[in-house]
C-alpha cells in the first residue's frame, strides 16, 4: 500500500487548489482587482507569531510566488477572517464553512498522537468536508465564469511569444484567456480518504514520507544503471 504524502497531497496539493480557485473566484466577480488587492492588504496586516510557527506574510500572497508547503500552511491558518466578506453574501458563508472544515481536517489529519476517538472525529469530519467541497464546486463555483489568473495569462504569452519567435510560422499568437474551473477529479483530492486507513495502520503522518521509498529504490535501482 503507498502511503499518503501529506506535503505533497494537501498542503501544496488540495489546500493550494482550493486557495488558487477562490483567487480566481475573486477576480471573476465585478472589481475583482480590487477585492485582490484588499486580500493582500489583509494578509500583509497578519503579524507573525512565535518562533517560527507564522511567518509574516508578502505583498503579494495572492501571487503565490516561491511559497512552500509551510507558507500554505499559514495561509490556510488565516484564511477564514481575510476572505470573510470578500464574495456575496451566500457565497461567503459557503466559503467561510469550507475553509473552517478544511482548516480542522488539515489540523486533525496532522496530529502527532492519535487515539480512537480523534481518528473518530476525523473520520467525520472528512465525510463534512467532502460535503462542502461538492457543494462548493456544484453552488458557488457554477456561479461564476472564472478564468486564468494575470500571472498563468503572463506565463501563455511568455510561451506564445518564444514559440513565435523559434517557428517559421509568424502567425503564432496567445490566445485569450483560458476557462479555469475547480476540479475535484483528481488524485490528490481521492487520495484524502486514504489518511484515516494510513494512520491506522502506519502511524501518524509524520511518522512516514514518501522520500524515504525514494531514496530506497534511488539505492536500490543506481548501482543497475551505473
Known amino acids: 500500500m503507498l502511503v499518503v504524502d501529506f506535503m505533497h497531497g494537501c498542503e501544496l496539493g488540495t489546500w493550494k487548489a482550493l486557495f488558487t480557485h477562490l483567487i480566481h473566484l475573486l477576480y471573476a466577480y465585478p472589481g475583482g482587482s480590487h477585492l485582490v488587492t484588499t486580500l493582500d492588504n489583509r494578509f ?5 507569531y512565535g518562533n517560527g510557527v507564522i511567518w509574516k506574510f508578502s505583498n503579494n500572497t495572492s501571487g ?7 507558507d500554505f500552511e499559514d495561509i490556510l491558518q488565516y484564511t477564514m477572517p481575510v476572505f470573510e466578506g470578500l464574495l456575496p453574501e451566500g457565497h461567503d458563508q459557503l466559503v467561510q464553512s469550507l475553509l473552517y472544515m478544511f482548516a ?3 489540523t486533525l489529519a496532522k496530529l502527532r498522537i492519535h487515539s480512537k476517538t480523534t481518528l473518530s472525529v476525523l473520520d467525520e469530519t472528512f465525510k463534512q468536508l467532502s460535503h462542502q467541497l461538492c457543494k462548493f464546486q456544484k453552488f458557488t463555483c457554477a456561479a461564476f465564469t472564472t478564468l ?3 500571472k498563468e495569462k503572463a506565463a501563455q504569452d511568455c510561451k506564445a511569444a518564444h514559440e ?4 517559421n510560422n509568424p502567425d503564432i499568437r496567445s490566445s485569450s484567456q483560458k476557462v479555469k474551473k475547480f476540479n475535484l477529479s483528481t488524485y490528490k483530492f481521492h487520495a484524502m480518504g486514504d489518511y484515516l486507513q494510513s494512520i491506522w495502520l502506519f502511524g501518524t503522518t509524520d511518522s512516514f514520507t514518501s522520500q524515504i521509498i525514494g531514496e530506497c529504490l534511488l539505492d536500490y535501482c543506481l548501482p543497475t544503471l551505473i
Do not use: F, Q
Open 148 to 150: 486564468e489568473l494575470p
Open 104 to 106: 480542522l481536517w488539515h
Open 64 to 70: 503565490m510566488k516561491r511559497l512552500t508547503a509551510r
Open 164 to 167: 513565435c519567435s523559434n517557428s
Open 44 to 48: 500583509r496586516h497578519v503579524l507573525s
